[in-house]
């Protein structure tokens, strides 16, 4: 078994706890992180932009990843 390891960050907290339970029910994934409160820096209409993100960060097997994306 080859695993992977998706990687998404959401605006708020109900939304990432949202995403992780459903994903998890649905047997898309093993399990699911959540890490609260991380700092993004990005580049948005030609300047830096920065805001607090949750990060989720979901178990699964490879062969599973496209059906998980395509639900998240």
């Known amino acids: 078994m080859t695993a992977s390891i998706i990687y998404v960050t959401v605006g708020d907290q109900k ?7 459903t994903i998890v ?13 991380v700092r ?10 920065q805001r607090e993100e949750f990060l989720l960060i979901a178990k699964t097997r ?11």
């Open 40 to 49: 993004s820096y990005y580049w948005w209409s030609s300047d830096v932009q």
């Open 62 to 72: 490879t062969t599973g990843v496209d059906a998980a994306i395509e639900r998240i």
């Open 15 to 21: 939304e990432a706890h949202l995403i992780a339970s």
């Open 25 to 37: 029910e649905e047997r898309l994934v093993s399990s699911v992180n959540i890490v609260d409160s």
